[in-house]
């Protein structure tokens, strides 16, 4: 619309005549034109698309290409919203054959998206590397994903791979490599180096007595110390399968701030309830650990990622291995099931409130473009989704606080 292309205006386009304006002969004002465009852009919002359409169809040929192109742009969400997509598409691609305008990058993502709709793969992906062209920064790591994922349906999977670790930012090695080998070596160091070893495992154990006086640090750090090798040697076996999953649907530091929040949840609802004297240290890594597979667990049924095959393959089997893992904890002595259990609903309940952000949902590729022309709108519109995530987080974060607050007062 015409309040995206330029600054704006000091008028009231509600006041603009539309059946005035589309009855006009002869040329309109550049205000007037853009007054326009906001007018249409409004009907839009209200579902008045028959009186937007006329608008819209109104301001094509004006002198400005911009002004002709923001017109067509908004004329094919008109006709979109009326349910005719092939007119719709053809209306966005008459804005790619104007001279390059603000709405150009637009069109070819509605294009993009239209014949995704239309089952046009090739098209699509044509039209995508067109928007990547000419897309923003902020937009490079979504096109690469619904890129990846087009390739990836398409049959090329190395062109699927560049797109995927394009839209993870992938620099250097995988941070589950990086972790894995962290937490290995420091576990190793401290189950055989003698002494020295055993002073650091002391410092970095979960001693809920401890933290109850203020060492938050080993809310986390307990990730890092393990009983024995074969403790050591399921959990690292465990996060090198779940982390590469984790870091293809969010990206790698997203997967690194998910392992921290979830061995936090871990840690403190084992600090809450595990109130006998006999618990008062811990060790391991199982909490972060269960903490992934539950996000991937709920991130899959509740967001549809778009997924390769083998990823596809891993996240049906979740379900059956979180049952197993969970009555293995509940059978075998010595393993804090609540551990698990905290990084668990966690992790289920981030999984819940956000959508994988470096690979497409279902949900993404198939919504239609939004009221303002070139924008999409999220199950709750763009300010209810944003609202409903952060009240999410909050309570996340309340929750973990209510945990401390318990565990300090029954370990202080």
Avoid: C
């Avoid at 699927?160 to 576990?187: E, H, N, P, Q, W």
Wanted: no cysteine.
């Amino acid at each position: 619309m015409g309040a995206l292309l330029y600054p704006r205006r000091v008028f009231d386009s509600s006041s603009l005549d539309v059946e005035a304006t589309i009855a006009h002969d002869g040329p309109l004002s550049r205000e007037t034109a853009l007054a326009a465009l906001e007018r249409a852009a409004d009907l839009l919002s209200t579902a008045d698309f028959v009186d937007a359409a006329r608008l819209y169809q109104r301001l094509i040929g004006n002198p400005d290409a911009a002004i002709t192109a923001s017109a067509l742009l908004g004329l094919g969400e008109a006709w979109n919203r009326m349910d005719d997509e092939p007119k719709a598409l053809a209306t966005w691609v008459e804005v790619t054959r104007l001279p390059e305008t603000p709405s150009t990058y637009a069109a070819w993502r509605n294009i993009a998206g239209a014949r995704v709709r239309a089952g046009d793969m090739t098209g699509a992906v044509a039209a995508y590397r067109e928007a990547d062209r000419r897309a923003p920064a902020a937009d490079k790591a979504e096109i690469a994903s619904r890129l990846g994922w087009l390739a990836k349906e398409s049959g090329d999977r190395g062109a699927a791979g560049r797109y995927f670790a394009k839209a993870r930012g992938d620099v250097g090695a995988s941070l589950t490599v990086v972790l894995v080998a962290a937490t290995a070596i420091i576990s190793l160091f401290i189950l055989y180096a003698g002494p020295p070893g055993d002073d650091l495992g002391s410092l970095l154990l979960l001693d809920k007595v401890a933290v109850a006086h203020g060492e938050i640090w080993r809310l986390f750090t307990v990730t890092l110390v393990h009983a024995n090798l074969i403790h050591l040697g399921f959990n690292m076996y465990a996060l090198w399968l779940v982390g590469p999953f984790v870091e293809r649907l969010y990206g790698r530091w997203r997967f690194i701030a998910f392992y921290v929040v979830f061995a936090f949840g871990g840690s403190l609802l084992t600090f809450a309830f595990s109130t006998a004297r006999t618990d008062q240290y811990g060790v391991g890594a199982s909490g972060a650990i269960f903490g992934l597979f539950g996000l991937l667990f709920a991130a899959e049924r509740v967001h549809r990622p778009m997924l390769d095959g083998q990823t596809r393959a891993f996240l049906g089997q979740l379900g059956g291995l979180l049952v197993i893992n969970l009555l293995i904890g509940v059978v075998i002595p010595n393993i804090d099931v609540k551990a698990h259990l905290g990084g668990l609903i966690a992790g289920l309940w981030l999984g819940i409130l956000l959508p994988p952000s470096a690979v497409p949902t279902l949900r993404s590729l198939w919504l239609r473009p939004g009221p303002v022309p070139g924008t999409l709108v999220p199950a709750f519109g763009a300010g209810g989704s944003m609202l409903i995530r952060a009240a999410g987080i909050a309570g996340l974060v309340a929750f973990l606080a209510l945990l401390f607050a318990v565990g300090a007062a029954a370990w202080g």
